[in-house]
């Protein structure tokens, strides 16, 4: 069974640092491309950042381009999500999601499992 956890989520004020992990119970890791998207009261889930299957290529969401940095590490089946300059824009939901092959996709339907979910909260 595939299990995805996210961990790392909090309460920060706007300019904070913040980094979230996620741990993959996938046996197969290293054939699923990885993102993390997120979901803010009132709206639709959105993507926000992924990762190829070796971890060569990373895409972003013009939003988070030059704060967040999205890296994997597949001796650990881990995925972290390093957020900078946070600003309350940033106050959702965060979910990391698996896709099996290597090619990445910003497409909710396209990823194959997901996490619950981990709150971050931006505000002064």
């Known amino acids: 069974q595939v299990q995805l956890v996210e961990s790392g989520g909090g309460f920060v004020q706007p300019g904070d640092s913040l980094r979230l992990s996620c741990a993959a119970s996938?046996?197969?890791?290293?054939?699923?491309?990885m993102g993390w998207f997120r979901q803010a009261p009132g709206r639709e889930r959105e993507f926000v950042a992924a990762i190829t299957c070796l971890g060569s290529s990373t895409y972003y969401t013009d939003s988070v381009k030059g704060r967040f940095t999205i890296s994997r590490d597949n001796a650990k089946n881990t995925i972290d999500l390093q957020m900078n300059s946070l600003t309350p824009e940033d106050t959702a939901v965060y979910y990391c999601?698996?896709?099996?092959?290597?090619?990445?996709?910003?497409?909710?339907?396209?990823?194959?499992?997901w996490g619950q979910g981990t709150q971050v909260t931006v505000s002064s």
């Open positions: 996938i046996r197969t890791y290293k054939t699923y491309s």
């Open positions: 999601a698996a896709r099996f092959g290597c090619s990445m996709s910003s497409k909710l339907t396209e990823y194959n499992y």
